[in-house]
C-alpha cells in the first residue's frame, strides 16, 4: 500500500476517532465523513439531471407536437440527415459512456493510470461526436437546410422527360436527397420516386426543431468537455483515493445523460419511417413513394470491491452492456428497412427505452444507488411524459384550426 492510500486510510481513521474535530483535507467542514459528503453530492447531481430532463422535455414536447400536426413535413425533410452519421455518432456516444463509466470504476480502485487513459479516450470521444456534427451543420448550411426563418434549400433543374422539360424550362425544384438533391454524398435515387416532388409546406420547421434539439445536445457535450477536462487535471495530481472519488462519479452521471438524450435524438429525427412507404405532402396533394435505401496503479493491493464505499461495477458487466447497447442500436437502424407503418416509431423508441434503461442501471449505478436517487430519476421520466400527455391532448383540441390555417394561409 503506497504513502497516499495509507494517508487516505490514516485520514478516515483519525476522522471515525475523533468525530467532527478532524477532517481529511478532502472532507468538507460540515460533512462528517468522506461517505456522507458523496453521498450528499450525488444526491444534487440528481436533481441537477432531473432539471435537465425537464428542460430536454420542452424540446421533445415541440417536436411531439409538430410532428403530430404535419407528419409529412418530418417525413419529407428527415431524408436531408444523413442517418450513417447519426449512427456513427450513437456509438461513438455510447462507447464515451462505456470509458467514462470505466474511469468512475478506476477511480474507485485508485487505478491512477487507468483513470486517466479512460479520462482522454472520453475526451477524444467528445471530440469526435462534435466534428461529425460539424460535418453534418456543414452540409445543411452549404445546401441551405436551416431553420425556419433562414430556409432556402439548394434547387436543381427539373429532369422529366424532354417534352416535359420544354415546357417546364427554367423550373427548380427543392427535393431531399433521396429524390435527386445534391447531398455531400449522392445516394441512389428511389425507383418510383421523381426529381419534380415537390416539398410540403413548413419543411423549415423540422430544420429548426432539428437544429434547436442538436444544438443544445451539442452544448452540453462541450460543457461535458470542459468538466471531464476539470476531473482530469485533478487525476493528474493525484487527487482521486477509493475514499474521494466523488467529482468523477458526479460528472460521469451528466456525461450518461449527454448519452441518454442522444439515444433518443437518433431515431426521432434521423428513423422516421425510413425504408417504409410515406405520405408526401405535396400542395394538397398526398403523393407516396418508396424510400430507397437511403498501466501502474497508485494501489496495486486494491481488492476488486474497493475498501472504499460505493459499489464497483464488475469490469464484464460493464462490457457487457456496452455490447448490448450496440447491438440495440443495430437493431433500431435495421428496424426501419421494414414497413410497419405507425409501429415503426414506437419500436424505434421502445428500443430506445431499453437502451436507456440499461444506460441508468449499469453505467449510473441506479441498480447499486440509493433508492431516493433512483425515484428522482423516475419522477423525471414521470413528469416529462405527463407533459407530453397534457400537451399533445391540448393540441389535439385544436387541430382542425392548426389544419385549416396550413392549408388557407392569411
Not at 131 to 153: D, F, N, S, T
Not at 204 to 210: D, H, L, M, P, T
Not at 246 to 270: A, C, N, R
Not at 346 to 370: C, E, P, Q, S, W
Request: proline share 4%; aromatic share 12%.
Amino acid at each position: 500500500m503506497n504513502n497516499a492510500t495509507v494517508s487516505a486510510a490514516n485520514d478516515v481513521a483519525s476522522q471515525s476517532e475523533q468525530g467532527h474535530h478532524a477532517h481529511p483535507e478532502y472532507v468538507a467542514h460540515h460533512f462528517d465523513s468522506a461517505e456522507q459528503q458523496f453521498n450528499a453530492g450525488k444526491l444534487g447531481v440528481w436533481v441537477f439531471l432531473l432539471t435537465e430532463i425537464l428542460f430536454f422535455g420542452g424540446l421533445f414536447c415541440a417536436y411531439a407536437v409538430y410532428r403530430g400536426n404535419h407528419p409529412e413535413v418530418f417525413i419529407y425533410a428527415h431524408h436531408f440527415l444523413d442517418k450513417n452519421l447519426g449512427a456513427l455518432n450513437t456509438a461513438v456516444l455510447i462507447f464515451s459512456s462505456l470509458t467514462m463509466a470505466l474511469a468512475v470504476r478506476a477511480a474507485q480502485l485508485e487505478q491512477r493510470r487507468a483513470l486517466i487513459t479512460f479520462l482522454v479516450v472520453t475526451l477524444l470521444c467528445a471530440f469526435v461526436f462534435l466534428g461529425v456534427k460539424y460535418v453534418e451543420y456543414r452540409q445543411k448550411w452549404e445546401h441551405g437546410l436551416l431553420w425556419a426563418g433562414r430556409y432556402q434549400p439548394a434547387v436543381h433543374e427539373s429532369n422529366h422527360d424532354p417534352q416535359t422539360a420544354s415546357d417546364d424550362k427554367g423550373a427548380a425544384v427543392a427535393t431531399p436527397p433521396n429524390a435527386g438533391a445534391t447531398p455531400a454524398r449522392p445516394p441512389e435515387l428511389p425507383p418510383d420516386a421523381t426529381a419534380s416532388e415537390e416539398a410540403p409546406r413548413l419543411v423549415g420547421v423540422f430544420f429548426s426543431i432539428y437544429f434547436a434539439m442538436t444544438g443544445l445536445h451539442a452544448l452540453h457535450v462541450i460543457g461535458g468537455i470542459g468538466a471531464i477536462t476539470w476531473i482530469l487535471a485533478r487525476a493528474l495530481r493525484g487527487e482521486f483515493n477509493r475514499f474521494y472519488f466523488g467529482p468523477v462519479d458526479y460528472v460521469g452521471l451528466y456525461w450518461h445523460l449527454v448519452d441518454l438524450v442522444w439515444i433518443f435524438l437518433f431515431p426521432l429525427l434521423y428513423l422516421i419511417q425510413s425504408g417504409a412507404r410515406a405520405a408526401i405532402a405535396g400542395g394538397n396533394k398526398i403523393r407516396q413513394y418508396r424510400v430507397g435505401r437511403t498501466g501502474a496503479s497508485m494501489n496495486t493491493a486494491a481488492s476488486e470491491h474497493g475498501e472504499g464505499f460505493g459499489h464497483v461495477v464488475p469490469l464484464g458487466t460493464l462490457l457487457g452492456v456496452f455490447a448490448a447497447l450496440i447491438a440495440l442500436t443495430v437493431m433500431t437502424v435495421a428496424a426501419t428497412w421494414v414497413d410497419l407503418g405507425a409501429a415503426n416509431l414506437f419500436i424505434a423508441m421502445g428500443i430506445a427505452a431499453v437502451k436507456a434503461t440499461l444506460v441508468a442501471l449499469y453505467f449510473m449505478h441506479l441498480r447499486y444507488d440509493h433508492p431516493f436517487n433512483a425515484m428522482i430519476f423516475v419522477v423525471g421520466l414521470l413528469f416529462l411524459t405527463l407533459f407530453l400527455g397534457l400537451t399533445l391532448l391540448d393540441t389535439k383540441q385544436y387541430q382542425p384550426e392548426i389544419q385549416a390555417a396550413v392549408e388557407n394561409p392569411v
